[in-house]
């Protein structure tokens, strides 16, 4: 089927891929994210009333734009991850829900996300991160092996003097992540320094190893990932302007190549001569 020698489908993805059609869903989008954070504050009433109808109006729009995207792009449409995201989501909301299962229409929320694409600030921010991810898993490699190790050292060592903190390897490891998050760890020293006066070292030690260095290695990682992206943002624009100013000389050579051959075929006209 086609329109004016176009294709319905054509049609369709120049509807969904324009940038006002875009803009719209997002706005929806962050209007359905208002709905779902009203509607936890608003419990019973005719406002409750007015934000369901709100909420379920938004929800089949949803259902139409997918809809009309699935259309538009066909198998296409499942090689883009944000998509794929959508419909799982709009899918989800879509099951028939009571009870505790009720929360799953409440998932929409996560369609705001979309923000973090559209907004090129946001993008570039989460771009960085995604680059971080490999450093951070070292990072977060090496923190597993400091507090599995430092967890050992504290159980063999504060198990009987303090057993509720330190009893077992479990219980350390939830001690020490309170030391090293700095909750409550004066306390949890003072109670092990009555039987220990020299315990302050262990902690000393540890919230400066764990604390100030490993996790201040995860702000690095992210930092470094975040220059990175920046500089190859940098290198694509130099490289933009450096096509764009190939291409206008390319154009401007043409240009005179067009008015070069114009002369030319205006030349012989002009001379030329009526025989008799």
């Not at 929360?103 to 771009?127: E, F, I």
């Amino acid at each position: 089927m086609s329109v004016g020698g176009v294709p319905v489908r054509e049609h369709l993805r120049r509807l969904v891929d324009h940038q006002r059609f875009q803009r719209v869903v997002l706005g929806v989008i962050i209007a359905n994210a208002v709905v779902l954070g009203a509607e936890t504050s608003v419990v019973d009433g005719p406002v409750d009333e007015v934000l369901q109808v709100v909420d379920d109006v938004m929800l089949w729009f949803f259902v139409a734009e997918i809809s009309l995207r699935l259309i538009a792009h066909g198998p296409r449409f499942f090689r883009d991850p944000w998509s794929v995201f959508d419909l799982v989501v709009v899918g989800i909301a879509l099951i028939p829900a009571t009870g505790p299962l009720a929360v799953l229409r409440a998932l929409r929320v996560l369609r705001v996300l979309r923000l973090t694409d559209s907004v090129p600030s946001m993008k570039r921010v989460v771009n960085g991160l995604i680059a971080a991810v490999p450093g951070m898993g070292s990072v977060g490699a090496l923190l597993l092996l400091v507090m599995y190790v430092s967890v050992v050292i504290a159980t063999s060592l504060y198990r009987t003097v303090s057993p509720e903190h330190f009893g077992d390897l479990g219980t350390t490891a939830f001690t020490l992540f309170q030391v090293m998050t700095g909750e409550a760890w004066p306390d949890i020293a003072d109670d092990v320094m009555v039987h220990e006066p020299m315990a302050w070292i262990f902690f000393v030690v540890f919230i400066l190893v764990v604390s100030f260095a490993v996790l201040n290695l995860f702000i690095a990682v992210v930092v470094s990932g975040m220059e990175s992206i920046d500089d190859l943002a940098e290198h694509e624009e130099k490289n933009d302007a450096e096509v764009m100013t190939e291409l206008r000389a390319i154009r401007a050579q043409l240009a005179a190549v067009q008015a070069e051959l114009a002369a030319a075929r205006d030349t012989p006209r002009d001379r030329a001569t009526p025989v008799s």
